[in-house]
């Protein structure tokens, strides 16, 4: 069964560092989606991303966020300048429609650490 | 925006019994739906169980069943003849549009 992929499984950086969270979405999905959860918080919505375009984004997502579908195959979320409250478990989804008539197949989370 | 509360952080069951994990959300919205989703240990969340808000039936699948009350915001999920592959992390969801909001899970214990 196809699945959401997500690398690296876990990644340590330094304030002030940039990072690049990737994800390979199922092939045949056209919609994509980063959340975070902070141990022992809620999973957050960041955005979600549809055509080459960023379709919703939560008040979290500010300009040190960015998404990206490089190729036919990655969705990137990059954090330009981390701080140590990005520390969090990052997952990525992935769904065939919009809206939440359609299923969202998620990924098995990126762990950041920002020391 | 809209809210999820999860008042039960861990619950546990007997294998074989029904356990009923707690919901209740928060919404402006009149088209909204609600989820379940269950996220073993070391592994991705996988959806349960999907109610659409304007429908009174609740949702089951299988062993998983809701008891959705629209009008008190509650949206509970039963599980019934429990099993110890039900051992996970539960989260309800509800999402307008393209936005899902989640709330703080119930980690759920079988109990062979």
């Known amino acids: 069964e196809p699945e959401v992929t997500q690398t690296p499984s876990h990644q340590v950086t330094q304030m002030g560092q940039e990072v690049i969270l990737r994800c390979v979405p199922i092939?045949?999905?056209?919609?994509f989606y980063w959340y975070r959860q902070i141990l022992g918080q809620k999973v957050e919505f960041l955005v979600s991303f549809y055509n080459n375009e960023i379709s919703e984004k939560s008040e979290i997502f500010d300009d040190q966020f960015s998404v990206e579908r490089p190729d036919g195959s990655n969705f990137t979320l990059k954090i330009r300048s981390t701080k140590l409250e990005d520390s969090a478990m990052y997952f990525c989804a992935s769904s065939v429609g919009g809206l939440a008539t359609y299923e969202q197949y998620f990924g098995p989370g990126t762990r950041l650490t920002v020391t | 925006a809209q809210t999820v509360t999860q008042s039960q952080p861990e619950m546990s069951v007997q294998e074989a019994e029904t356990v009923t994990l707690s919901c209740t959300y928060d919404t402006s919205e009149s088209d909204y739906y609600l989820f379940w989703y269950k996220q073993p240990p070391s592994r991705q969340m996988i959806l349960v169980i999907r109610?659409?808000?304007?429908?009174?039936q609740n949702a089951t699948e299988n062993r998983f069943s809701v008891n959705f009350q629209k009008a008190a915001k509650s949206f509970s999920l039963k599980i019934s003849d429990s099993q110890l592959g039900d051992a996970a992390m539960y989260f309800c969801?509800?999402?307008?549009?393209?936005?899902?909001?989640f709330g703080t899970g119930t980690s759920l214990t079988v109990i062979p």
């Open positions: 109610q659409e808000a304007y429908k009174q």
């Open positions: 092939s045949n999905h056209l919609y």
């Open positions: 969801a509800t999402s307008t549009g393209n936005q899902f909001y």
